[in-house]
Nanobody
Framework: QVRLVESGGGLVQPGGSLRLSCVAS????????MKWYRQAPGKERELVAT????????YDADSVKGRCIISRDNAKETVYLQMNNLKSEDTAVYYC?????WGQGTQVTVSS
C-alpha cells in the first residue's frame, strides 16, 4: 500500500523559509520519480518541482525557480522541498506525488 505523508507546512512571514518533507512507503522509492504540486485557493493545481530517481531536478514552476530546492534521501525514503524567500503567492496546499499516488497535503501560508 502506497503511503505519502507530507509535513513541514505552516504560517511564515514573507521572506521566510520552510522545508517540506514527504515520507514515502509501500513502493520502490529509490527508483521512483517524485513530484511536488501545489494548489492555491481558487486556482488550478500546479506542478512545482520534480526529482528523478537519479537526483536530477526539474523546477517546473517559473515562479519558484531560484527560490526552491527539491531533494531526496533514499535511505529515509523522503523527498524534501526547501522554499526560501517565500511570497504571499506561495500560499497553497503542497502535495507530494509518486505516479498516480498523492499525499494528503500540507498547508503553507505566507502572510505578515
Amino acid at each position: 500500500q502506497v503511503r505519502l505523508v507530507e509535513s513541514g507546512g505552516g504560517l511564515v512571514q514573507p521572506g521566510g523559509s520552510l522545508r517540506l518533507s514527504c515520507v514515502a512507503s509501500g513502493f520502490p522509492f529509490s527508483k521512483s520519480t517524485m513530484k511536488w504540486y501545489r494548489q492555491a485557493p481558487g486556482k488550478e493545481r500546479e506542478l512545482v518541482a520534480t526529482i528523478y530517481w537519479n537526483g536530477v531536478q526539474i523546477y517546473d514552476a517559473d515562479s519558484v525557480k531560484g527560490r526552491c530546492i527539491i531533494s531526496r534521501d533514499n535511505a529515509k525514503e523522503t523527498v524534501y522541498l526547501q522554499m526560501n524567500n517565500l511570497k504571499s503567492e506561495d500560499t497553497a496546499v503542497y502535495y507530494c506525488t509518486s505516479g498516480d499516488d498523492w499525499g494528503q497535503g500540507t498547508q503553507v501560508t505566507v502572510s505578515s
